[in-house]
């Protein structure tokens, strides 16, 4: 089946420095990729839609220029969070929609982003 | 505005026994219904979805949900959990077959008790 490749797994980052989260989808290409985060015991709530060649759409409360979304190829989208915040700290998954259309999203296994 | 609301957040069932998680959601057109399963510190993956037809759904690993128009429902069912059952369930709506931009429920975690 079609897989989503997240990398990394987990991250620990330092306050103000920048983490780049990568989403890569192995077996298909992915035209619209979707990044979610989720907080404990909170479902997962969409950040943005990716896609490719074309600047991200954010959801509203979302800081765009926090959380740069990079979507150059129909394989990989990137998420960076600049200047990264304790706040930051969550469950980041993204998932991808196969080109061809009609079926449901991948997901990715998601990154744990501990921002100390 | 579309919404799901996943009522119990937590239940507990012992192994053999059936379960039942329930969902409602709220949207003005036919409504696009998924379960996704989460384990601890993983992504998700995909139970089962509904778009139109049979109104009761099977899914992967013995799971199947019914949707219920009339009350705004797609509980998730099974007949006899496993112990490797255990884990979050959320139930999602999307405005399309590709599940784009899709609504979670806040999710329920599933226990399994010996």
């Known amino acids: 089946g079609a897989v989503v490749s997240q990398h990394p797994s987990r991250v620990i980052c330092k306050s103000g420095t920048s983490v780049k989260i990568e989403c890569r989808s192995l077996?298909?290409?992915?035209?619209?990729m979707f990044w979610y985060r989720q907080f404990p015991k909170k479902s997962l709530m969409l950040m943005a839609t990716s896609n490719e060649g074309s600047k991200a759409t954010y959801e509203q409360g979302v800081e765009k220029d926090k959380f740069l979304i990079n979507h150059a190829s129909l394989t990989l989208s990137t998420l960076t969070v600049t200047s990264a915040h304790p706040e930051d700290s969550s469950f980041y998954i993204c998932?991808?929609?196969?080109?061809?259309?009609?079926?449901?999203?991948?997901f990715g296994n998601g990154t744990r982003l501990t921002v100390t | 505005a579309q919404s799901v609301t996943q009522p119990d957040i937590h239940i507990t069932v012992s192994e053999g026994a059936s379960l039942e998680l329930r969902c409602n959601y709220s949207y003005g057109a036919t409504p696009y219904l998924f379960w996704y399963v989460q384990s601890p510190g993983q992504g998700l993956q995909l139970l089962l979805k509904?778009?139109?037809?049979?109104?009761l759904v099977q899914g992967i690993k013995g799971f199947e949900a019914e949707f219920k128009r009339s009350q705004s429902s797609f509980n998730l069912r099974k007949p006899s959990v496993h112990w490797s059952d255990a884990a979050e369930y959320f139930c999602?709506?999307?405005?399309?077959?590709?599940?784009?931009?899709?609504?979670f429920g806040k999710g329920t975690t599933l226990s399994v008790s010996s």
């Open positions: 509904y778009f139109s037809g049979d109104t």
């Open positions: 999602a709506v999307g405005v399309n077959q590709a599940g784009t931009a899709l609504i």
């Open positions: 077996d298909f290409q992915a035209t619209t």
């Open positions: 998932s991808a929609r196969d080109r061809q259309g009609g079926s449901p999203l991948h």
